[in-house]
């Protein structure tokens, strides 16, 4: 809400004080829930599940996963996935453009969040699938609707990934999971939380550590042992 009307004031449609800016929380309110952040293994059982369903036609199936695929192994936000145009891929990145919000396209959300995004070898392998299904378009949205307009990403998410899913037992948390659980794996694998931030393209490394990279606990299990190793007596005669 702080950042709404401060925007206001900028464009020069609120002449005052912010009235947000000092604004507290209520005691009583309710803390926010526990986020989800998508898993390796989650990531390969949806895909898996996708592929294995013959309730949906091919193009249904192949567009969930190229929406899937985009938001976790390039960790788009919903918009900037919207907003993808294959003219914006050339085989080895994406230009992140532009942002589609409901009926809305405008620009990214931040410079920060208009670099590229590299893309690897899984990503590459779903948008190729999905580019054959589309008869190879060259120009206009990844993720189209019947008319040629951005997808509804809710829609696809109702009305296809969801029930293909929950049939197959398979957990859904969301489309934000998807940015966290690859923002989670790439500050996990290269043990630096920069990485996460450049891959989700954040302004700031607070952002990054306070809503997308979550607690592993096997890394803190394997942490702790080799603390325990550090402390432990035989470790410390070796030493002396």
């Known amino acids: 809400?702080?950042?709404?009307?401060t925007y206001a004031k900028n464009l020069g449609v609120l002449d005052g004080v912010n009235p947000v800016r000092d604004a507290l929380v209520p005691r009583k309110a309710a803390a926010p829930a526990e986020t989800h952040a998508t898993t390796p293994q989650e990531i390969v059982a949806m895909l898996e599940a996708l592929d294995r369903t013959a309730d949906l036609e091919a193009r249904q199936r192949i567009q969930a996963q190229a929406?899937?695929?985009l938001m976790y192994f390039a960790g788009l936000r919903p918009g900037e996935a919207r907003g993808i145009h294959w003219e914006d891929y050339d085989g080895r990145s994406l230009r992140i453009v532009r942002s589609a919000?409901?009926?809305?396209t405008t620009?990214?959300?931040?410079?920060?969040?208009?670099?590229?995004?590299?893309?690897?070898?899984?990503?590459?392998?779903?948008?190729?699938?999905?580019?054959?299904?589309?008869?190879s378009p060259e120009y206009g949205p990844i993720l189209r609707g019947e008319l040629g307009r951005p997808l509804d990403l809710n829609r696809?998410?109702?009305?296809v990934v969801v029930p293909v899913l929950r049939k197959a037992g398979v957990p859904w948390h969301g489309w934000y999971a998807l940015r966290r659980g690859i923002g989670?794996?790439?500050?996990?694998?290269?043990?630096?939380?920069?990485?996460?931030?450049?891959?989700?393209?954040?302004?700031?490394?607070?952002?990054?550590?306070?809503?997308?990279?979550?607690?592993?606990?096997?890394?803190?299990?394997?942490a702790m042992h080799q603390v325990?190793?550090?402390?432990?007596?035989?470790?410390?005669?070796?030493?002396?």
């Not at 696809?156 to 009305?159: D, I, P, S, T």
């Not at 500050?187 to 700031?204: M, Q, W, Y």
């Open 1 to 5: 809400m702080s950042g709404i009307f």
């Open 67 to 69: 929406a899937i695929g």
């Open 101 to 104: 919000w409901r009926t809305h």
């Open 107 to 135: 620009t990214p959300k931040t410079e920060a969040a208009a670099k590229p995004v590299p893309v690897i070898q899984p990503l590459r392998e779903l948008l190729a699938k999905f580019r054959a299904v589309e008869a």
């Open 156 to 159: 696809l998410a109702k009305r």
């Open 184 to 222: 989670t794996l790439t500050a996990t694998l290269a043990k630096d939380a920069n990485a996460a931030k450049g891959l989700l393209r954040h302004t700031s490394l607070a952002t990054t550590l306070g809503h997308y990279v979550k607690d592993v606990p096997e890394v803190t299990e394997r």
């Open 228 to 240: 325990e190793r550090l402390f432990s007596t035989e470790d410390k005669a070796s030493v002396q």
